[in-house]
């Protein structure tokens, strides 16, 4: 599998999980009120911790990928489809 494959399916495990919980989709959300610069400062400060935790690499390159804003966008317009709001 190459690694753009793996990104796309680490993000759409990620918009699962949005999709399932709350709680992530709350905090999601709330990163649409940040700048993009933060949105991006913010998200690549927590793929650092993720990476220092141990987490998954695929998850982590994902949480990466999010702090891009046509990725950010693209997937906050996916969860909004998927969940009608």
């Not at 141990?54 to 990725?71: D, H, K, N, W």
Request: hydrophobic residues 40%; aromatic residues 6%.
């Amino acid at each position: 599998m190459n690694h753009e494959t793996e990104i796309s399916q680490q993000l759409a495990k990620l918009v699962e999980a949005l999709v399932d919980s709350g709680e992530l989709r709350a905090w999601f959300f709330a990163l649409q009120k940040l700048s993009p610069a933060q949105r991006e400062a913010h998200l690549l400060t927590m793929a650092e911790r993720m990476k220092a935790g141990g987490e998954e690499p695929g998850l982590i390159s994902a949480v990466t990928y999010l702090s891009r804003p046509q990725i950010y966008d693209g997937v906050r317009q996916t969860l909004c489809e998927v969940t009608g709001k």
